[in-house]
Every structure is written in structure tokens, then in C-alpha cells.
């Protein structure tokens, strides 16, 4: 009896040492992610430049953990966290000095996800890149456990409208100048007459977020402040928006915004090219087939094919990262190809089309990325003399689907052009005339905002009249998708016609829009181009 006693006691002194051991190591153990050398040093700049502390979210912290199901940060992210927060680091630079130390948040809080309690959306649960929580002096981050290319894109705008919607929290007098029914009063409404990127535009500056951000962005501030001097509301806005930021920073003055709005190309524009590759160009300047091909394309489109290594690369008017590289000859066959292929799609424009375009260059590059996205073909449609570029690091001319692809991309482009030169109020694809075709109630996905948008793609599949998901975007990829199907010949759009009737209204409005460029510039009927469209749909001839 007395040894089993002796025995209990002594397993109850082992497992009560083992249980305080445990709790000891615990209150004492490293986090990988805070020990982590990196990691450190961008938290210390953070705390010492704009006074905020770098935390990890817990699953059960207090205030946040009443709004948000919190899944913590995964040791294994800590280098998507440093992304994240380098991004988020090269932001908050472009703000006077001290003024986060005055007005901003005191913690960034770090996860890889906050999903509202409140969510009822179908799928994965959508977690907003940041999210303000004034009562807790915070501001929420979430860190992707996979990127996408657009990422970056979303973290640094995402940030400032947080950052404004922080300031503004606890100010909740009616006769505060940006109370929220002081400025509805103030939204622009009228915008049937606006091109869609001034309808987009006006939309995000009708919320004092949005119009925050656009302060932000070379381009879209540029843009604002044009359409500012038609609108006198859109004015009001900006100046009160502006005015705030003033009293809390005098910094924010008018030299400030003017200073913002320039952007100096030696931090938007980068080169992929290998510099020992550059002069590698030889067998593309000998080769008389691609020569032939660049020649013909320059003279009938008056334009200038840039392709060779080292060349200027198209004029980047926002504050994006454009990523680029030229051709060698180590793709020469891939270069030859493509070239080949868009003389053969640009020879199809009648002239009387191809002058009023006035396009200066075509750029034929490898790599493009805009905007943080990888692109196969952009129309810089801004620019007092339009460009365009293409770019083919994906071309397989070995492939039918591949030449398909770039069929249809090189007509989309080209497409936007005539859409912004020919289409007029009143026309058959301007404004309502189109987007009154849809289906009732469908929306844009560039009219919601982006806390709205993750589930715009899967919850409009398959959605009748859109030649391709993308055109669900906004009215002018709607127009331009189709088209490039169109021009394309491709075998299943053709077949969708027999049965999508909206589609096919679509089509026609399109159709329409060609007789129209036809009959106002005196274009025969013995044109390529028109051949090609008037064979696809017979015109029909008026009793």
C-alpha cells in the first residue's frame, strides 16, 4: 500500500513538473515569423517612419474577433508577408512626413484572412485586402496565401481608401463637410453623355473613398481634374476632400498635388532585356520577310512598328509598374510569324478608316506587364496621337488556337480605336443603345465596388449575350470581345448567334456601326474589310 502511494505521488510530481515546463517553454517561445531577420527590419521602419506596430492577428483577439473569423498567419506565408508589407511601406512613403505618426493607424495586424461575420456569399469566403478598425487603433491586413497578378495592383489601392475611411471614422458631425449626407448631396448623376472612362471615373469619385484614391493616381487625378471644370459638384468634392487633408497636414498643399501628379519614368518603366541580348538583332534586320512585312504595315498605316531592343517603350501617363522586353533573335521564327500574321489582319482596313485613326506606333514586345497585369495587347487610347502594342511571349504559331488568340487580340484592339473615334450619342453602340441589350439588372463588373467584385465572374457564368466572360467588364471589352470573334471567324461564336438573341442583337448593333463608318466616309463595297463583314451577315437592302 505505501509503495502504491509512494507511486501516485511521485506521477503526480512528474506530471505537474511536465505541465509547468510546458507553460514555461510557451510563454518563452519564438515566433518564427517576428524572430525572422527580414521581418524585423521592416517592422522597425514601420514603428520608426510612421509610428505603427507590425502584430499577428490572434484567433481570439478581442474586438476584431467580434466582427471577423481570423485565420492567423501561417509561419509558411512570412515571405508574402514581407511582400505585402513592402508594398504597403512603398504607399505610405508617398505621404507628407510624420503624418501617419500624427494621424495614422498605431497597429498593422497581419492574417491570411478576416471574413465578416456577416458573409453570405457563395464560395470561398472573401477576405478585403485591408480593412480600418478605428476602435482598436488598427488596421487589418490580409496576406495572401497564394498571389495572383494583380496582388500588388489590389494592395496599394486598397490602402488608401482605408487609410481615408480611418481618418474619417469618428467624425460624425452633420455639419462636418464630408458627413455622408452633405455629400450626397454633392454626387454627380448626369453621366449618360461621359465616355466610360469618365462614367467609371465620376462613379468612384461620387464616394469620398474613391475620390481619396484617385488623388493617388497620376492619370486618374489628371483625368478628374479636366472633367472637374465641366462639373462644378465634381469641384466641390475635390476641394473639400482636399481641404480636410490640409487641416490635418499642411503639407497637403497645392504644390503637394501637383507634385504627386508627376511621376518620373525611371520608376514606372523596366526593362526584362538581358543587356548582353540587346544588339543580338542580326537575323531580324536581315531577314527580308520580316522586313517586308514591317515596311508594308508602316506604310499603309503612316505609323511606326517599334520592335528592336533598347527602343522607347510606350508613354505610361499613371503610376504603374510596366515591365517590358523587345525581341532577339532567339525568337526569331516567333517574331516572323506574328509580324507576318498582323500584316495580314491590318491589311484589311480600308484607308479611309486606317487615316482618321492616326495611330503614331505599333509596338510588337515580348513581355508586357500593365498595371500588374500580364497583357497581350493594349491601345493607349489617351495619348493625343493613339499607339497600341502587342505582346507575344505567349505566341505559339505552331498552335491554331494560339494564331486565334492573337487574331482576335490585335482586331480587339484595334476595335477600342474605332469605338472611341466613330461612336457617337445617339449611334447604335453609344451608351444606353448598347447596354440596354443586356439582360435586366446585369451590371458592369466595373460598377460595382471592389469589395463587390470577387464573385462577379462566377456569379454571372454563363450569362447570355457576351462573347467572352472579359466583356462583362466594362461596355467597351464588351464591344471589343465581340468584334475580335467576329473578325476572327471563330466557329463557336457563330454558332452561339443561332441561339443567344442578345448576343446577336449585339452583333447587329456592331454590324450597323460598320455601315454607318461606311456611308459617313464613302467606303466602297468592293473593301476587303467590307467584303469580309457584308459576306459574314448580308446587308439588308431597304424596300
Not at 453570405?120 to 478605428?134: A, D, N, Q
Request: with cysteine; net charge positive.
Amino acid at each position: 500500500m505505501k509503495i502504491h502511494l509512494s507511486f501516485l505521488l511521485c506521477n503526480r510530481w512528474l506530471l505537474t513538473f511536465t505541465l509547468f515546463a510546458a507553460i514555461i517553454q510557451s510563454a518563452f517561445a519564438v515566433d518564427p515569423i517576428k524572430e525572422d531577420p527580414k521581418f524585423k527590419a521592416i517592422a522597425e521602419r514601420f514603428q520608426t517612419d510612421f509610428g505603427a506596430t507590425i502584430k499577428l492577428a490572434q484567433s481570439k483577439d478581442g474586438v476584431v474577433a467580434t466582427n471577423y473569423d481570423v485565420r492567423v498567419l501561417d509561419p509558411a506565408q512570412l515571405e508574402n508577408a514581407i511582400k505585402v508589407l513592402t508594398w504597403l511601406e512603398t504607399e505610405y512613403k508617398r505621404f507628407p512626413s510624420g503624418f501617419f505618426k500624427k494621424h495614422g493607424s498605431k497597429n498593422l495586424v497581419l492574417a491570411n484572412a478576416y471574413v465578416s461575420k456577416t458573409w453570405k456569399g457563395p464560395g470561398v469566403p472573401y477576405s478585403p485586402t485591408t480593412i480600418s478598425e478605428k476602435r482598436s487603433n488598427s488596421i487589418l491586413v490580409t496576406v495572401p496565401i497564394t498571389f495572383t497578378p494583380s496582388s500588388e495592383f489590389l494592395a496599394k489601392s486598397s490602402i488608401y481608401q482605408t487609410v481615408f475611411t480611418y481618418l474619417i471614422d469618428d467624425l460624425k458631425s452633420p455639419d462636418f463637410p464630408l458627413a455622408l449626407a452633405k455629400w450626397k448631396a454633392l454626387e454627380s448623376k448626369d453621366l449618360e453623355n461621359e465616355s466610360e472612362s469618365a462614367k467609371r471615373l465620376l462613379k468612384s469619385s461620387n464616394s469620398r473613398e474613391g475620390l481619396f484614391k484617385i488623388l493617388w493616381d497620376p492619370f486618374e487625378l489628371r483625368e478628374m481634374i479636366e472633367l472637374a471644370k465641366s462639373d462644378p459638384l465634381l469641384k466641390q468634392r475635390i476641394k473639400i476632400v482636399q481641404a480636410f487633408l490640409s487641416t490635418l497636414d499642411p503639407q497637403f498643399n497645392q504644390a503637394f498635388w501637383e507634385n504627386l501628379e508627376t511621376i518620373p519614368e525611371s520608376q514606372r518603366t523596366i526593362s526584362l532585356n538581358n543587356p548582353e541580348d540587346i544588339k543580338n538583332i542580326e537575323q531580324i534586320k536581315s531577314d527580308k520577310a520580316i522586313q517586308s512585312d514591317l515596311s508594308f504595315i508602316e506604310k499603309k498605316w503612316s505609323l511606326k512598328v517599334v520592335w528592336k531592343p533598347g527602343s522607347e517603350v510606350p508613354p505610361m501617363p499613371a503610376k504603374v509598374r510596366l515591365e517590358y522586353s523587345y525581341h532577339t533573335d532567339k525568337k526569331l521564327q516567333s517574331f516572323k510569324d506574328f509580324v507576318h500574321l498582323l500584316r495580314e489582319e491590318l491589311e484589311l482596313y480600308p484607308d479611309e478608316i486606317v487615316s482618321k485613326l492616326n495611330v503614331k506606333n505599333i509596338y510588337i514586345l515580348d513581355d508586357f506587364v500593365f498595371r500588374n497585369v500580364k497583357v497581350a495587347g493594349q491601345s493607349f487610347s489617351w495619348l493625343p496621337q493613339v499607339s497600341f502594342a502587342y505582346a507575344i511571349s505567349s505566341f505559339d504559331p505552331m498552335k491554331s488556337s494560339s494564331r486565334d488568340f492573337y487574331r482576335r487580340t490585335i482586331h480587339h484592339e484595334i476595335f477600342h480605336l474605332m469605338d472611341s473615334k466613330f461612336s457617337v450619342r445617339g449611334g447604335p453602340i453609344h451608351g444606353n443603345n448598347w447596354t440596354d441589350l443586356n439582360e435586366k439588372g446585369f451590371r458592369f463588373k466595373l460598377d460595382y465596388s471592389p469589395a463587390d467584385q470577387p464573385f462577379f465572374t462566377k456569379d454571372n457564368a454563363g450569362r447570355l449575350g457576351f462573347a467572352e466572360p472579359y466583356g462583362m467588364n466594362v461596355a467597351t471589352d464588351d464591344r471589343a470581345t465581340l468584334y475580335g470573334r467576329l473578325m476572327a471567324e471563330d466557329k463557336l461564336f457563330f454558332e452561339r448567334l443561332k441561339t443567344d438573341k442578345i448576343l446577336k442583337a449585339k452583333t447587329d448593333r456592331i454590324l450597323e456601326f460598320f455601315q454607318l463608318i461606311k456611308r459617313d466616309l464613302g467606303i466602297k463595297s468592293t473593301s476587303s474589310f467590307f467584303i469580309k463583314i457584308e459576306g459574314m451577315f448580308p446587308v439588308k437592302k431597304e424596300s
